[in-house]
């Protein structure tokens, strides 16, 4: 109902991946084609339950952090060993959330999406840095509705709305 007249693919996708990961927009903004498992890595053949990984913002800092040793030069000291093992048992310790994608319209509007663009495994999807850019286009869609005579009983229509009515669709 509410992306029914968004004409950008790509302002659209992005609000059927709030509403089909119950993702925050720190966990859906810096999102990859790589974190998205479709199909069988394999087989190359379509998954029969595929799934997003989600991380946290911290998360994404903790591996960017723990994979930076790699690239410096010489020996490193005690206290960024230590910086390192601390960095690598908090990842292990509380890893990102695989979402199950449970909406085959949603799947398949992925895949078109991932042929036409044919987005690189870690470039962002949504190229866009701001969380306000994101609120902008739920409300565009919203206003867009809102001159069609839909009214919404929220309003406004933040994004933490899609995150429950994502948990209320699970129930």
């Not at 969380?131 to 869609?141: G, H, L, P, V």
């Amino acid at each position: 109902m509410l992306l029914s007249k968004v004409t950008d693919l790509r302002k659209r996708l992005f609000i059927y991946t709030l509403w089909n990961t119950g993702g925050r927009l720190n966990e859906v903004l810096p999102l990859t084609r790589g974190d998205f498992v479709l199909d069988d890595p394999l087989s190359a053949a379509p998954r029969v339950s595929p799934f997003v990984v989600l991380h946290t913002a911290k998360q994404r800092r903790l591996e960017e952090s723990a994979g930076s040793g790699s690239r410096r030069r010489g020996c490193p000291t005690k206290e960024e060993q230590q910086a390192e093992r601390q960095a690598e048992a908090e990842i292990r310790d509380k890893p990102p959330r695989a979402i199950s994608l449970t909406a085959p319209a949603f799947v398949q509007r992925l895949r078109e999406w991932f042929a036409t663009v044919q987005p690189s495994a870690s470039d962002r999807l949504w190229n866009i840095r701001s969380e306000d850019t994101a609120r902008s286009w739920i409300s565009q869609a919203v206003e867009t509705r809102r001159r069609d005579g839909v009214t919404f009983s929220i309003r406004p229509v933040p994004p933490k709305t899609f995150q429950n009515s994502f948990a209320m669709h699970l129930v």
